[in-house]
């Protein structure tokens, strides 16, 4: 497979994984504290809560995206390139949504850790 297509494969993993990772955190913010839940009306509270929440539902399903996609760019590259530039870019647009979706105090050292984080991927893409 070319190359354009390996790294388009890992732009959907690293879109539909952050995707997920943002609706699931914005869900579990909806749901609220599940120790607490899980002390006032049980476990089965605590799963039904989560699992009706809409934004839980669409995480899950971003997650399978960034999973089957994750699947293809195997079949097609090494674990070696796929693996840490997804998950590494991952990181970086992670910390991006968090600062505008989701509203999170994302401080310099983060951002300088992202920073980093983006001269690995380019050290892989070279």
């Known amino acids: 497979m070319s190359v354009a297509t390996t790294w388009s494969a890992i732009g959907v993993i690293v879109v539909a994984s952050t995707a997920g990772d943002v609706l699931t955190a914005k869900a579990m913010k909806q749901v609220g504290d599940l120790g607490e839940l899980w002390d006032q009306q049980g476990f089965f509270a ?37 693996a840490p530039a997804a998950a590494s870019l991952s990181f970086v647009t992670n910390a991006i949504a968090a600062k505008f979706f989701l509203h999170e105090a994302v401080d310099a050292r983060r951002w300088a850790a992202a920073l980093c984080v983006c001269a690995g991927v380019a050290l892989l893409a070279l």
Do not use: R
């Open 46 to 82: 605590c799963v039904k809560k989560v699992t009706t929440n809409k934004w839980f539902v669409a995480g899950v399903m971003a997650m399978a995206v960034a999973f089957f996609s994750l699947l293809f760019a195997l079949s097609w590259a090494d674990v070696s390139m796929v």
